[in-house]
């Protein structure tokens, strides 16, 4: 998403397999961000939004991210549950891999 010519949010899809979620017709959300002075004013979940309805029309049945810790809330308003344990992402601190059903 671009402001002024510049770019505010972004998300990236990759065909990414999770080894713990059976289905086959997954992407993994990646590069999930916001710049601060655009973040609270919803458009991390208009760009999610977007790129999972993107992925409908693909027949993609699951979505599924690493979610920093401080991220879980979005992601659970947005519909994703949280699946297995937390694990450390060295450098980068503590995350869980969620996913959703689309």
Same mark, same amino acid.
């Given at each position: 998403?671009?402001?002024?010519?510049?770019?505010?949010?972004? @998300? $990236? +899809?990759?065909? !990414? /397999?999770?080894?713990?979620?059976?289905? $086959?017709? !997954?992407?993994?959300? %990646? *590069?999930? /961000? &916001? $710049?601060?002075? +655009?973040?609270?004013?919803?458009?991390? #979940?208009?760009?999610? %939004?977007? #790129?999972?309805?993107?992925?409908? =029309?693909?027949? &993609? =049945?699951?979505?599924? @991210?690493? /979610? %920093?810790? &401080? /991220?879980?809330?979005?992601?659970?308003?947005? *519909?994703?549950?949280?699946?297995?344990?937390?694990?450390?992402? =060295?450098?980068? *601190?503590?995350?869980?891999?969620?996913?959703? $059903?689309?």
């Amino acid at each position: 998403m671009y402001h002024k010519d510049k770019i505010i949010a972004v @998300c $990236t +899809f990759i065909k !990414q /397999a999770n080894p713990n979620i059976l289905e $086959t017709q !997954q992407y993994q959300l %990646r *590069g999930m /961000a &916001v $710049t601060k002075p +655009f973040q609270g004013k919803g458009l991390g #979940g208009i760009i999610l %939004r977007y #790129g999972e309805n993107l992925l409908i =029309k693909k027949s &993609v =049945k699951i979505v599924w @991210c690493n /979610a %920093r810790e &401080v /991220a879980i809330n979005f992601y659970k308003k947005s *519909g994703y549950q949280i699946i297995g344990e937390s694990f450390n992402i =060295k450098d980068v *601190g503590l995350h869980y891999s969620m996913y959703k $059903t689309l």
